[in-house]
């Protein structure tokens, strides 16, 4: 058979009913793998993939909406910019809306791996932080412990809060200025 007879037997597949029934099993196939990439998925993977994306993240937590760049992600929470500060979210206490973006992604990692360990590295830093609860109460202070289950703040005059780890839902911190 010459090439032009197996060119045309070819097309003539691909352009027939055997041709559309393999193109349409395929693209089965394609939704169901995508759906069950999805399945697999945690939150901190959605924030992480529209981060390197570039896309715009509106979170909703603790009666805030916030919408700011994602500066990393974390396995349990993530940072925002906010130009002069910094917010971290827990994951698991946030409403997530992703708008797509054609330009603008990054990839950068935390410095601390989970939320826990952030609260710990602002222990460490002992600078001044504003810690939002689930039912959107406000504590301002320094955090003196980060322990197993919950923070202790104190502020100015020497009160100290305990707030339970569980319930802390975003912290808002200053960056320092820098100095020349």
Partial sequence: ???????????????????RE???EAEENESLTELQRRRHQDLADVARAAMHRGDKLTLVVGGLTLAHPVAAVGADYLTMETGDGTIDVRLDAAVLTIEPRTSGGKSARPGSTTFRARLAEHE???????????????????????????????DD??????VPVAATTVIFSRIPPRRS
């Fill in 1 to 19: 058979m010459p090439d032009d007879d197996f060119d045309e037997l070819a097309r003539h597949l691909r352009q027939g009913d055997a041709g």
């Fill in 22 to 24: 393999v193109r349409a």
């Fill in 124 to 154: 460490a830093g002992g600078a001044w932080l504003e810690v939002v609860t689930s039912d959107g109460q406000r504590i301002a202070g320094r955090i003196v412990v980060a322990a197993t289950d919950h923070i202790a703040l104190t």
């Fill in 157 to 162: 005059s020497g009160a100290v809060s305990y």
